[in-house]
């Protein structure tokens, strides 16, 4: 283990999504794993029944402590909470040298509830977005970005384009959401790539933070955009294959379903 990745998002107390879903995935890629927490949320299995946002002073004085430390090899960024959190941050990264960061924009809940208002949504648009490596949102987070309605793969092709120009970044458009496919779409340097599989009919918690983590994870590793999109999606199969049932709601990731 040589390589530091670090997450910045909010806490999931039972350990399917966020900063636990993070650590875990790049503890299984070989990575040591630093955290920032931005918000603490209180959920199960079956809902979230609280997010309470750290007070902004709080997440930068753990930006900064950790900087003072440690080399930082990637980033990945999920849920950001606020407005003022996300100012923080940009501030934070724009004034650093960071090779790798990937960006969940984690804008809803599952269940629909807005996780970053529209104001903080604008402001990871304008001066977020064009200094990441990667922006990986689902169709729901698309639609809000873009104002397209996403239904099948050729308005895939038009979102992802449409936010890859605006942005000048590499867009990955995970298409779980679509009725008919689990067909994700990688924009990157003018070229499409698909990644194409069955859909696992199981209803699993975490698979975007671990998706993204797992994609950082392999940048830092040495892959390409492209083949660490590639790896990625075949671990986050696996892991919702081997995913486990220990609440009462949905199953939970197995992030380490190939350690133990």
């Known amino acids: 283990m040589k390589n530091i990745a670090l997450t910045i998002a909010g806490s999931d107390s039972c350990s399917g999504a966020g900063i636990q879903a993070d650590l875990k995935t790049f503890a299984a890629h070989n990575i040591y794993g630093l955290s920032i927490i931005t918000s603490v949320t209180s959920q199960n299995s079956k809902e979230v029944s609280r997010i309470y946002n750290l007070p902004v002073s709080e997440v930068e004085k753990q930006f900064l402590t950790l900087l ?14 606020s407005y003022k959190i996300s100012e923080v941050i940009i501030e934070i990264i724009k004034s650093n040298a960071f090779k790798h960061i990937v960006l969940d924009p984690v804008i ?50 038009e979102a992802c ?19 008919d496919s689990a067909t994700d779409l990688l924009y990157d340097n003018g070229n499409f790539f698909f990644y194409r599989d069955e859909r696992i009919n199981h209803e699993v918690h975490g698979t975007g933070c671990t998706f993204s983590s797992a994609i950082c994870s392999e940048l830092i590793n040495g892959k390409t955009m492209n083949q ?15 995913s486990v049932n220990f609440g009462s709601g949905s199953r939970l990731i197995n992030h380490l379903f190939n350690k133990i």
């Open 68 to 81: 003072e430390d440690f080399k930082i090899d990637g980033i990945k960024i999920g849920m950001l909470g």
């Open 108 to 157: 809803l809940s599952s269940s629909g509830h807005r996780l970053l208002e529209t104001d903080g949504v604008k402001l990871i648009q304008k001066y977020l977005f064009p200094i990441c490596s990667l922006i990986t949102p689902n169709i729901q987070e698309a639609e809000i970005l873009t104002g397209l309605k996403i239904t099948n793969q050729s308005q895939m092709v």
């Open 161 to 179: 384009r449409l936010l890859a120009e605006s942005t000048g970044t590499s867009i990955l458009l995970k298409g779980g959401h679509l009725p």
């Open 228 to 242: 660490a999109v590639e790896s990625a999606k075949k671990y986050i199969s696996e892991c919702i294959l081997n």
